[in-house]
Nanobody, 122 residues
Framework: QVQLVESGGGLVQAGGSLRLSCTASGIIFNIDVMGWYRQAPGEQRELVAS???????NYGDSVKGRSSISRDNTNNSVHLEMGSLRPEDTAVYYC????????????????WGQGTQVTVPS
């Protein structure tokens, strides 16, 4: 069983910064992509940032230039740092692990965390 456990988030003042972390647990042989998505009320889930197992990154347009994603393959964790926070960054942030090869499974699978709330008051 693979689980994603997220940490970080909470209430952050406008202009401040945050750090989100996510660790995948279970017997995992490889994860192709790890990343963060977010979903605001009434909106579709959107990409914040993702990173492949060889370090290639991809950022959503709304966070480019003020976010940085990193990954530690030794413990299957991914970290997101975001600065210059705005009220429109308020959302539930979800960790994703895509293309996971895990013990007892026959192929690649995708997993999501439970989500962590980030609130930036106006």
């Amino acid at each position: 069983q693979v689980q994603l456990v997220e940490s970080g988030g909470g209430l952050v003042q406008a202009g401040g910064s945050l750090r989100l972390s996510c660790t995948a647990s279970g017997i995992i042989f490889n994860i192709d992509v790890m990343g963060w998505y977010r979903q605001a009320p009434g909106e579709q889930r959107e990409l914040v940032a993702s990173i492949t197992n060889d370090g290639r990154t991809n950022y959503g347009d709304s966070v480019k230039g003020r976010s940085s994603i990193s990954r530690d393959n030794t413990n299957n964790s991914v970290h997101l740092e975001m600065g210059s926070l705005r009220p429109e960054d308020t959302a539930v942030y979800y960790c994703e692990a895509r293309g996971v090869w895990a013990a007892g499974r026959s192929g690649q699978e995708d997993y999501w965390g439970q989500g962590t709330q980030v609130t930036v008051p106006s």
